[in-house]
């Protein structure tokens, strides 16, 4: 099964509410995964809080994106 991302909620931070398709909710926070040119917008609370659910990841509207599965790695239960 692959691992994949069905919703998503802003928390605070840099971090979100994460639920995946094998029924985990995890916490994710991304202030030390913001690195490289495409992340620098994201550093920005207002622009890192909208974005949305494509091609089963999280992504924002500049395309950053993140794998799923990283997602998975390096959050925690919720």
Known sequence: MFIEIV????????RLLLFFNNG???VVDLSNSLN?????PLKDIDY????SIKFNTVEWENG???APEYL????IAA
């Open 7 to 14: 919703n998503a909620e802003y928390i605070d931070g840099y």
């Open 24 to 26: 985990e909710r995890r």
């Open 36 to 40: 490289g040119p495409v992340y620098l």
């Open 48 to 51: 890192f809080k909208n974005f």
């Open 64 to 66: 950053a994106d993140f």
């Open 72 to 75: 998975y790695d390096i959050s």
